[in-house]
Every structure is written in C-alpha cells, then in structure tokens.
C-alpha cells in the first residue's frame, strides 16, 4: 500500500479521526515497508511535541476486576466537561496459544468513544512484558501530537512485573478495589512502589466501609516508601466509577500532579528519560526476536526440542550449545571455548 505521509499528517493534525486510526495500524505494522514510513510520520509528529507541557501521559494499572475500564470512561467524560481531549490506549493481553487479542475495549467505554473529543484505540499487547505493547510509545506520540492533552494507557494489568509502564509515563495510577486482598499488597515494594496515584474503585453500597479502610492502609504503607517523582507525593483517593462519585476529586489530583510536575521544571528531563530507555527497550525488544528467528538458531531449537522429547539430551547443555551458537552468531571472529 502507498503512504501518502505528508496528506496523512495534515489529515490527523486537521483533526481527521479516520486518518488517526490509519495512521495507527500504520505504525502498529511490522511489514517492513510500513515500517519505514510509520517513521517518516513519527519524525513529523515528533518535531510537534517538543515542547513538554501540552499533555499528560498515565498509566493505569490494576488486577483484573479492578474497573479500570469504568473508571477511565468516567474520568475521560469528566475530563471532557473540563475542556481536555481524551485520548485512550487500552493494552489487551494476547493468547500464548493464538497470539491473539479481543480487542474489544471500545465496547466496555461505549460513552467515551462515542465523544468526539475522545479516541480510543485497542492494542495488542504481544509477547512484550511490563504493561505496555510492543508499540505504545508511538500511539501516545500520535495522540499528543494531535491535541490530545489527557492520555490514559490501560495496561495488561499483570501485577508487578509493570515497571515498563511506569518508565513510559509521566504519572503511574494504581487502581484496586476493597475487600479483594489487594490491600495487602500495600505493605510489599511491589507495584504499589510505583504508583503515583491509588484509586480505590467502587466505593459504594457495601464497600464502601472497606473502602476507607483500604485507603487508611495504603496511606500506611506509602509512609515507608520514597516518592520516585520529583516534588509529587503519593496520593490515595476513592471514587466509586459505577456510580460517578469521587470522580471530580480523582480528575483534581491528576490535573494537580500535571501541574506540579510542570511547575518542577522536571517535564523536559522526565521525556528525555523516557526517550532513552524507550530506545534501548524497543532494540533488545527487536534484537531478541531477530535473533529468535534465525534459521541457524530456529533449526537448533527445534533440535533441542525434539531431543528434550526424547530426553535424551541435558537441558542445561543444550541451553549453553545454542547460546554458543548465539555468541559465534553474534561475534563470528572471536573463538569461544
């Protein structure tokens, strides 16, 4: 397919939702040929965003069961009234069996991305870990590069394995809900460590006693733990998303930690940062699968699988022949013993 890059940019800065969501599976393709010109338009909207300021990236993470779906509806609705475009990204685990996703968060936020003021994109997470997908980074670069100034990247939601999600964002949002054993997690430096922001979810009816408590421990917790953003101090709020309570409150402290991380003056380096280790996760992200599929290393996999079948083979010095075969590869002039 030819890429007009030029008229794809205008169209998307013009504010073209059609020629957004194009410009989207553009850069989510491996074909190398869109690859290519997925660059060209990323080099564009790039020179866009240099100035940090206009938006705010979080990421929102949580056990499944959390809400996170309700909740970033709710807060994107609220965020409209306030006057901010809304830009979601929403990470769908893929099936280690099909290596497919459903896709189907547009569907759970049926409001919101009925707005003309919101853009929801679904995205696979692949065989990346830590949160995000294999192409996160670009979508928020698309995003912001059009005008949407709240961005809010719904991850896997697979624990503590998450800390990608946190060097790819300005703010982390951990949201959990009371009385699901969640609470204890609060005392470990696990993810919670990471959270700039805990939102106690559905705070209502029954839940809503376990939800002060939930809040009293996590406040606890956060006491023994040092705030990983300069001048930010861990926030814990509760909202109930089902029933739009606390909403307004928890929209507060995020428009309050964009404020005060620009005030800091640490926007600038924060992107810069998140530039750098982006740049070397998405090489060894690629380099790893490159590597994985070459023929010489593929032929002595499949080797070592049917071996290990038959066991008649270590797997312990199959693993070192091939990662052997891995060096030699990778440094063809230099004998290895």
Known sequence: MHWDIEHLFKQIVDGNRVALGRAMTLVESDRPEDR????????????????????????????????????????????????????????????????????????????????PLAFIRSSPAGSVLG???????????????????????????????????????????????????????????GITELADIVIINKADGAMTDLAKLAKSQYQTAMQFFSSLRPGWTQKTVTCSALEQKGIGEVLDVLETFKDIRLHSGTAALSRLKQKETWLRWTLET????????????????????????????????????????????????????
């Open 131 to 189: 949160g995000m997908g294999r192409r996160s980074q670009e979508l928020m670069t698309l995003l912001e590069c059009v005008g949407y100034d709240l961005i809010l990247v719904e991850t896997v939601g697979v624990g503590q394995s998450e800390h990608t999600a946190w060097q790819f964002t300005d703010g982390f949002v951990l949201v959990v809900q009371p009385g699901a054993g969640d609470e204890l997690q609060g005392i470990k430096r």
């Open 36 to 115: 290519t010109e997925a660059v060209k338009l990323l080099e564009r909207c790039e020179s866009q965003n240099q100035v940090p300021g206009h938006a705010i990236r979080f990421a929102i993470s949580g056990a499944p069961g959390a809400g996170k779906s309700t909740l970033i509806e709710a807060l994107g609705l609220a965020a409209i009234e306030r006057g901010h475009k809304v830009g979601v990204i929403t990470i769908d685990p893929s099936s280690s069996i099909s290596h497919g996703s459903i896709l189907g968060d547009k569907s759970r936020m049926s409001g919101l991305s009925s707005s």
């Open 286 to 337: 690629s380099a790893h699968d490159m590597l994985i599929q070459h023929p010489e290393i593929r032929h002595k996999l499949a080797q070592a699988h049917h071996d290990i079948e038959e066991n008649s083979v270590s797997v312990f010095k199959t693993a070192f022949d091939i990662e052997r075969a891995i060096h030699t590869l990778l440094n063809p002039l230099v004998p290895r013993t």
